[in-house]
Nanobody, 116 residues
Framework: QVPLVESGGGLVQAGGSLRLSCAASRTIGSITAMGWYRQAPGKQRELVAVDTTTAGTNYADSVKGRFTISRDNAKNTVYLQMNNLKPEDTAVYYC??????????WGQGTQVTVSS
């Protein structure tokens, strides 16, 4: 069973919105943090937003005020609402989860393309 399944990527014009979803398999166990990273062509993977059980949420400076991360613990799902998208947000977005054993899981990635 795939541990993390992402959905919601696509092509959008600058200023538009997208919502990413990531459902975690119960096989991961008790999750302490879920988040989103992204990787643009030729660049390193970077943190976009994370939601932790103990420390709340944290965002990259470049997305503050535009992106919102949220979790539905009953569904073991994390969401990333992305508003006012910019061409520089174009990247492959990866879901990430960490469990109580500090094991880290990654999704397969979903492409987000923002046209100018």
């Amino acid at each position: 069973q795939v541990p993390l399944v992402e959905s919601g990527g696509g092509l959008v014009q600058a200023g538009g919105s997208l919502r990413l979803s990531c459902a975690a398999s119960r096989t991961i166990g008790s999750i302490t943090a879920m988040g989103w990273y992204r990787q643009a062509p030729g660049k390193q993977r970077e943190l976009v937003a994370v939601d932790t059980t103990t420390a709340g949420t944290n965002y990259a400076d470049s997305v503050k005020g535009r992106f919102t991360i949220s979790r539905d613990n009953a569904k073991n799902t994390v969401y990333l609402q992305m508003n006012n998208l910019k061409p520089e947000d174009t990247a492959v977005y990866y879901c990430n989860a960490k469990n109580r054993l500090r094991l880290i899981y990654w999704g397969q990635g979903t492409q987000v393309t923002v046209s100018s």
